[in-house]
């Protein structure tokens, strides 16, 4: 939540510290927006202007184009997602201390606000918006006022701030300086020529330089053009690790398609290719990405909690049906927020698996550190590098899905999907669940899997004729069974989010003990079939579902498998989708339903990367 870029660099001449400024984020817009501000301080000591707009970048991009800001050498950015404070221009950061020095921008929450607020006003202090932000600024002043050194000074109050937070903040005297603190909220160095940037992730400078830097948890960094200092919270120096971005800025792009909700849709089959790609060894045994855990420790384990929200708790469904099918070892899936606080079942013997696009959501990371408070091991999948969860955990697994910038998450999805089954596969193989010829054959099926999502995305036309056709639908229905119940969740979710349509995902056997009531002449259905060729009559009895709403007047959307025509005579609509062994059918039949909730809201006239209310990255709990 919030979006937060810093730069700075040796010449003002050519109005790089805006462009680097605004097009930063432009990239990190997905993480709120509902006000855009930059601050600028020119070389030669005497200005420090800020610019601020409430809605979304454009309109900050209109005012400055109506009224050019002046050339400077450092600036910094951000995009809100409203904490205290409605989303309007004053609220909006960056935020100045009173006599105008210092800017800050914040990403996070002060939670002891309001005892600093008013030990400021009881000083004659003036606080002019209603947000926590603003006292950071005001008690910044009053400390670099004592203390001439703008980091020195950021340490000293961060010190006093309870909560979380990533701040920057930028001094009229310092032109050539960005300082940054960040506690439980993040931020990432990148390492320039000349020129060096603080971003909230690395999206916001890949266009610059993938050369970047982690810091770590309560630690203070400045940047100067040549030079970059880090100390931790306590003042002693501290050597951040570098790493190199594998994204390509590209990625990050539209390239050609209307929305990046469309883009990464169709970045589907790569983000699932990539994620496979290169993770056998010569022998052709699985490898993980950063095991810090004794593989010994691993065999021991005796129950799975994934933790994650929202769609990636979803993938963590799916992911639970393979890893007790392939291992034999109980999976238990968990909303991260739910988790701590019910005091749950953990010990030594427990692997917890947290899922997280971003790496930053607040409650995954919460709950990873409860897990090892309790003496869990904990393993991360995760897409986005240097963020904050992979470092707290004991090892990681990333999905190469590429920048995510909708704010809705799809090909995400898929590809933390496609890693809990590498996940499953390696813990089989680790503890002789499954012989290594079975494990290469289930590695094979899923390589087979990006080609079947190309099928679909290429036969996607009729899909999106019927999501046009649906867009005055006030409520639509998912059913689905075993693991076609998580899809049907997911799809239901990704239909709230993007259409703003009330929608359900029901397991279509609970249908009977209450669902059912809701269903009357002319309500939208999408049923999930499971194969055919699947165990245990789960085909014919979810059949017998559609025929039970049916009867009673559900119009029927089934997703089917190719070849199934046992469907035919009870579907309204069918989308076939290609043959693909049951585990693994998730990556396949859920597309069908993110391509219509895409379609549906773009016919409603809605904005899909940026859906009302949201943020991609949730780092307030
Ligand atoms: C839904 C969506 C969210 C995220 C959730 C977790 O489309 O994007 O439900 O899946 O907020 O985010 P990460 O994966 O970043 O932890």
Known sequence: MCGIVGYVGAQEANGRPLEVAMGGLARLEYRGYDSAGVALVTADRSRLVTAKKAGKLVNLSEALAAQPLPLATASIGHTRWATHGAPNDLNAHPHLSADGSIAVIHNGIVENFAVLRAELASRGVTLVSETDTEVVAHLLAETYAQTPDLAEALRLVARRLHGTFTLLAVHVDSPSLVVGARHDSPLVVGLGEGENFLGSDVAAFIAHTREAMELGQDQVVSITPDEVRVMDFDGNQVEPRRFTVDW????????????????????????????????????????????????????????????????????????????????????????????????????????????????????????????????????????THGSTIPRES????????????????????????????????????????????????????????????????????????????????????????????????????????????????????????????????????????????????????????????????????????????????????????????????????????????????????????????LAKSVTVE
């Open 248 to 383: 390509d800025a590209a990625a990050a792009e539209k390239g050609g398609f209307a929305s990046f909700m469309d883009k990464e849709i169709h970045d589907q089959p790569q983000a699932v290719a990539d994620t496979l790609l290169g993770r056998t060894d010569a022998a052709g045994h699985l490898v993980l990405d950063d095991l810090r855990v004794d593989e010994a420790v691993l065999r021991q384990v005796d129950k799975i909690i994934v933790v994650a929200c929202g769609t990636a708790a979803y993938a963590g469904q799916v992911a639970k049906y393979a890893i007790e099918h392939w291992c034999r070892i109980p999976v238990e899936v968990e909303l991260a927020h739910e988790f701590r606080y019910r005091d749950p079942v953990v010990d030594s013997r427990t692997l917890v698996v947290a899922v997280s696009q971003s790496g930053e959501t607040m409650d995954t990371l919460m709950a990873v550190r409860h897990a090892r408070e309790q003496g869990a091991k904990v393993l991360a999948i995760v897409n």
């Open 394 to 613: 004991d090892a990681v697994l990333y999905t190469h899905a590429g920048p995510e910038v909708a704010v809705a998450s799809t090909k995400a999805f898929l590809a933390q999907i496609t890693a809990a089954y590498l996940l499953g596969l390696y813990l089989a193989q680790l503890r002789g669940t499954k012989f290594t010829d079975e494990v290469t054959t289930i590695l094979d099926e899923l390589r087979a899997v990006p080609e079947k999502i190309q099928k679909v995305l290429d036969g996607a036309e009729t899909i999106r004729e019927t999501a046009r056709a649906m867009a005055s639908t006030t409520s639509v229905l998912f059913l689905g069974r075993h693991v076609g119940y998580p899809v049907a969740m997911e799809g239901a979710l990704k239909l709230k989010e993007l259409a703003y349509i009330h929608a359900e995902g029901f397991a279509a056997g609970e249908l009977k003990h209450g669902p059912i009531a809701l269903i009357e002449e002319g309500q939208p259905v999408f049923v999930v079939v499971p194969s055919p060729r699947g165990r245990d009559s789960l085909h014919s009895k979810v059949i017998s579902s559609i025929q039970e709403i049916r009867a009673r007047g559900a119009h029927t959307l089934v997703i089917a498998e190719e070849g199934d025509d046992a469907v035919l005579p009870f579907a309204d609509e069918v989308f076939f989708v290609p043959q693909t062994p049951v585990l693994l059918a998730p990556l396949v039949s859920v597309v069908p339903l993110q391509i219509f909730a895409c379609e549906l809201a773009t016919a409603k006239g809605l904005d899909v990367d940026q859906p009302r209310n």
